[in-house]
């Protein structure tokens, strides 16, 4: 019997009309002949709304008691999806991420998936059973404790569960018809893309394109799983949405092929750092034991042994990056004489498999930018991408105007 993964986001099952809805796009591929495993989020805002409670209880909080609380909402989605199957004589039953087992590391609120066993949820399709649905984002430490997998972290679950059960293909149902050129939501003009690269996608996530979540577009890279990104308010068939695939199978690759924002961005400078050998460890090790994301990293020029160092991290990291910095010049391990935060940074990137064999593309950047007098405060580049960091205000000029430059309106 051949196994389909289905993932329905928080939007998708917003209330019992939208469970219905999807449920009947689960029905119909039972009716082609598929044992289907759904992964459902919580209803959207819920998880917003579980989080704002913990913060609110508790300022400081336990992660494991933020992990039993935020996995919650995707409990109660797990249980209406199979009631709703059922109502339509589906044979389905729920499943929580413990009870599969859905094994991940301790790290709560940020596991990892080590293993998805099969025995339990096959014994149930070999009796029968049609559809497993399954609550996404959350697993069991090896402690027991229920985690969470960080935002965005249904879309891994679906992926994981789609090589763990060598399912044909994992669709992944949401509120845009596919992956598009940006966020369709800030550019009228993105186009949707019919294929994209596995390693764009991984980019294009990885730089604030939340449609797919990273992970997920790592473990679908690693396991080949063929993944999918679709509608759950359109009729769809076999050839709707955007499927991410190897290069090789992308007929025509523009230079570049998608941007990406990230718009809750803050950049810290510490001010006259001693340049000594190990400094750079000195500051970004306590840094990253305080959990701190840093991004982008700048260091200038010395004068006279002294530097600056800048670097970007998520704005609601500034006070946990702040406090980590000023107690390591307490105990002396770093020597700084001042520390500015600015909190109105976004981050805009363009990226693009083309970039390896073009040049240009940077210098193009910064002239649209400039064009529009947009200050970019810091630059960085990969292979395939290019990411600088602007005044938030800027952000969806900036956006737009690189769209057009690139004319990713009509790109192939
Ligand atoms: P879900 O709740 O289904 O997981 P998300 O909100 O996590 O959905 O992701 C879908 C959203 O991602 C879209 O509504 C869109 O605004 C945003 N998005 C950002 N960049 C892109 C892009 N390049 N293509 C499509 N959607 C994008
Ligand atoms: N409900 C979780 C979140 O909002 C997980 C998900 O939807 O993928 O982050
Ligand atoms: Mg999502």
């Not at 230079?255 to 510490?270: C, F, H, N, P, W």
Request: hydrophobic residues 45%; aromatic residues 6%.
């Amino acid at each position: 019997m051949s196994v389909l993964v289905m993932k329905f986001g928080g939007t998708s099952v917003a209330d019992l009309g939208r469970i219905r809805n999807a449920a009947q796009k689960v029905r119909r591929e039972v009716e082609r002949g598929h044992d289907v495993i759904v992964i459902v989020s919580a209803m959207s805002g819920k998880t917003n709304e579980l989080v704002g409670w913990v913060e609110e209880t508790s300022p400081l909080f336990d992660a494991r008691e933020y992990d039993a609380v935020v996995s919650s909402g995707e409990n109660i989605t797990a249980g209406l999806m199979a009631l709703t199957l059922q109502e339509m004589d589906v044979p389905a039953r729920s499943w929580q991420g413990w009870q599969v087992p859905v094994q991940t590391t301790s790290a709560h609120s940020a596991a990892r998936i080590e293993d998805i066993p099969r025995a339990n949820i096959d014994q149930k399709f070999a009796e029968g059973m049609k559809v497993a649905v399954v609550a996404g984002f959350q697993g069991i430490s090896p402690e027991g404790r229920i985690t969470t997998l960080g935002r965005g972290g249904s879309d891994t679950t679906a992926v994981a569960f789609a090589a763990a059960f060598d399912a044909v293909r994992c669709d992944i149902y949401t509120d845009v018809d596919g992956v598009y050129t940006t966020d369709p939501r800030i550019e009228d003009k993105a186009r949707k893309l019919d294929r994209i690269a596995f390693e764009e996608m991984l980019e294009l996530a990885s730089l604030g394109a939340k449609v797919l979540q990273t992970r997920s577009v790592e473990l679908a890279m690693r396991y080949k799983v063929k993944l999918r990104v679709l509608s759950s308010f359109e009729d769809t068939d076999e050839n709707s949405g955007t499927l991410v695939c190897d290069e090789e199978d992308i007929m025509e690759q523009n230079v570049v092929s998608g941007i990406a924002y990230q718009r809750d961005e803050a950049k810290m400078t510490l001010i006259s750092v001693a340049d000594r050998p190990g400094i750079a460890a000195a500051i970004f090790g306590p840094l990253a034991q305080a959990g701190v994301n840093v991004d982008m990293i700048v260091q200038n020029i010395s004068e006279e042994g002294r530097t600056d160092m800048t670097f970007s991290c998520p704005v609601n990291q500034v006070a946990r990056a702040q406090d980590a910095l000023a107690k390591a010049k307490e105990a002396g391990d770093i020597n700084f004489h001042d520390m500015v935060a600015d909190t109105d940074v976004a981050k805009v990137s363009v990226v693009g498999i083309g970039m390896r064999s073009h040049t240009g593309v940077a210098s193009r950047m910064f002239e649209v930018l400039a064009a529009e007098g947009i200050n970019i405060r810091v630059i960085t580049t990969s292979e395939i991408k290019i990411s600088v960091l602007i005044d938030r205000k800027y952000m969806e000029l900036a956006v737009q105007a690189l769209h057009d430059a690139f004319e990713l309106d009509n790109a192939a």
